[in-house]
């Protein structure tokens, strides 16, 4: 079963707007990293929140981590159309030499 | 430029004839994987490389092989694809033998089993 299951599947926005994505998992993790694919493309790391991280910040993405719920939440604050793509988390559970990625947030941002 | 380059880019091709991916990185990086994406499936791990000639299975491996001669490259086959083998492909590297870095994705190749 998937790791890490983003929340919502599809999240539209106006340009300026902050957007949220939501990543739940199942396992204790290592790590959580978070990831952007423009349409077919490759992914692109933005973010890795190791586990005894509790908030990460890089430019205007902000990234918090909560272990006690097996949660993970991806802020991309003021967005620009630039940002539509799709956001994936991705955990590396304890033990595990493997990524587990969730389906996706698919991310539009209207200019 | 630090890469990760995969090709063919696309492929469509029939069921049974064999085929590789080739996938190579010029970072110097020691861990390797092979995903598939597949739509609602997110992507799942096909096969690892920890470092030259160390390989394991990931998630999904049934159907596919690979190896690892040198570190720069990691090729997957498809001794004899089916249908249910039509996904985008990614290969991806991180420089440490673990997993635990930034994972570098190629282009993705897409390929169609008919």
């Known amino acids: 079963s998937q790791q890490g299951e983003e929340d919502p599947q599809a999240l539209s926005i106006q340009e300026g707007e902050n957007a949220t994505m939501n990543c739940s998992y199942k396992?204790?993790?290592?790590?959580l990293q978070w990831y952007r694919q423009n349409s077919g493309r490759g992914l692109v790391h933005l973010i890795l929140?190791?586990?005894?991280?509790r908030e990460k910040h890089s430019g205007r993405l902000r990234v918090t981590l909560d272990t006690s719920k097996k949660s993970s939440s991806l802020l991309i604050t003021a967005s620009r159309a630039a940002d539509t793509a799709s956001y994936f988390c991705?955990?590396?559970?304890?033990?595990?030499?493997?990524?587990?990625f969730g389906s996706g947030t698919r991310l539009q941002v209207q200019p | 430029e630090a890469q990760v380059t995969q090709n063919p880019r696309y492929l469509i091709t029939v069921t049974g004839k064999k085929l590789t991916v080739t996938c190579s990185q010029n970072?110097?990086?020691?861990?390797m994987s092979w995903y598939r994406q597949d739509p609602g499936l997110g992507l799942r791990q096909i096969y690892y490389?920890?470092?030259?000639?160390?390989?394991d299975k990931g998630d999904v491996p049934e159907g596919y092989k690979v190896s690892r001669k040198e570190k720069r490259n990691f090729p997957l086959i498809l001794e004899s694809p089916s249908p249910n083998q039509t996904s985008l492909y990614f290969c991806?590297?991180?420089?440490?033998?673990?997993?635990?870095?930034?994972?570098?994705f190629g282009p993705g190749t897409r390929l169609t089993v008919l």
């Open positions: 991806a590297s991180s420089l440490s033998s673990g997993v635990a870095d930034t994972q570098y």
């Open positions: 396992t204790s993790i290592n790590n």
């Open positions: 929140i190791r586990s005894n991280e």
């Open positions: 991705a955990t590396l559970g304890t033990g595990r030499r493997a990524l587990t």
């Open positions: 970072m110097n990086h020691e861990y």
């Open positions: 490389s920890m470092n030259v000639e160390v390989t």
